[in-house]
Nanobody, 124 residues
Framework: QVQLVESGGGLVQAGGSLRLSCAAS????????MGWFRQAPGKEREFVAA????????YYAGSVKGRFTISRDNAKNTVYLQMNSLKPEDTAVYYC?????????????????WGQGTQVTVSS
């Protein structure tokens, strides 16, 4: 079992920045690839970014590439999502998730554990 708790969401103006954190507890955090997903009202949950267990490889959705950065600190059992140049269309509930795959995972079905989500609202 892995428990995930997101934090760092909030209200920000367009062009601003936020950093989301996801703290993990339970089984060995460094065993898991990690991902961030988001879900806007009335829309499907979509992939945002992923990172391998060792932090060597990352992958981003096209809509956030160049603006968002995923990173992890295995010593702190935490994964981060730095979000810069935020746009109103980035408004959503953001979820972190843990995957037992060794490689990058972009599909929701590849993730076994999920956090409860944190709201990000970007005003225009």
């Amino acid at each position: 079992q892995v428990q995930l708790v997101e934090s760092g969401g909030g209200l920000v103006q367009a062009g601003g920045s936020l950093r989301l954190s996801c703290a993990a507890s339970g089984r060995t955090f460094s065993s898991y690839a990690m991902g961030w997903f988001r879900q806007a009202p009335g829309k499907e949950r979509e992939f945002v970014a992923a990172i391998t267990w060792n932090g060597v490889s990352t992958y981003y959705a096209g809509s956030v590439k160049g603006r968002f950065t995923i990173s992890r600190d295995n010593a702190k059992n935490t994964v981060y999502l730095q979000m810069n140049s935020l746009k109103p269309e980035d408004t959503a509930v953001y979820y972190c998730a843990a995957s037992e795959l060794l490689s990058i995972a972009t599909m929701k079905g590849n993730y076994r554990y999920w956090g409860q989500g944190t709201q990000v609202t970007v005003s225009s």
